[in-house]
Nanobody
Framework: QVQLVESGGGLVQPGGSLRISCAASGRPFSGLDMGWFRQASGKEREFVACITRSGDRRYYQAAVENRFTISRDNAKNVVFLQMDSLKPEDTAVYYC???????????????????WGQGTQVTVSS
């Protein structure tokens, strides 16, 4: 079955940390560049971070650089997002997906998994 399952979200206070996970199945995970995206209420989905198939390169949205860390475990078909120093503006539903990494642009590649997973809600609030 081809699917993406995000987990690990929750409620955290500003300045806190959270690690979210994405389990992928049905596709050759180790051959895919993978990324995290987020969608806040009333806003468009936006890119957060991505990691190349071998894990040798990582890219981040400017607003999360130096606070978030993306990683992956190809043996377990899982990609992680460690989020530190969380801010209220990080509140969103977080999604993972395969990505296309091109010069000047990083785009979700929906042709791999067919669609988005259900996402995981991250709420940063005191």
């Amino acid at each position: 079955q081809v699917q993406l399952v995000e987990s690990g979200g929750g409620l955290v206070q500003p300045g806190g940390s959270l690690r979210i996970s994405c389990a992928a199945s049905g596709r050759p995970f180790s051959g895919l560049d993978m990324g995290w995206f987020r969608q806040a209420s009333g806003k468009e989905r936006e890119f957060v971070a991505c990691i190349t198939r071998s894990g040798d390169r990582r890219y981040y949205q400017a607003a999360v650089e130096n606070r978030f860390t993306i990683s992956r475990d190809n043996a377990k078909n899982v990609v992680f997002l460690q989020m530190d120093s969380l801010k209220p503006e990080d509140t969103a539903v977080y999604y993972c997906n395969a990505v296309q990494v091109e010069t000047g642009a990083i785009r979700p590649d929906l042709s791999v998994f067919g669609s988005w997973g259900q996402g995981t809600q991250v709420t940063v609030s005191s």
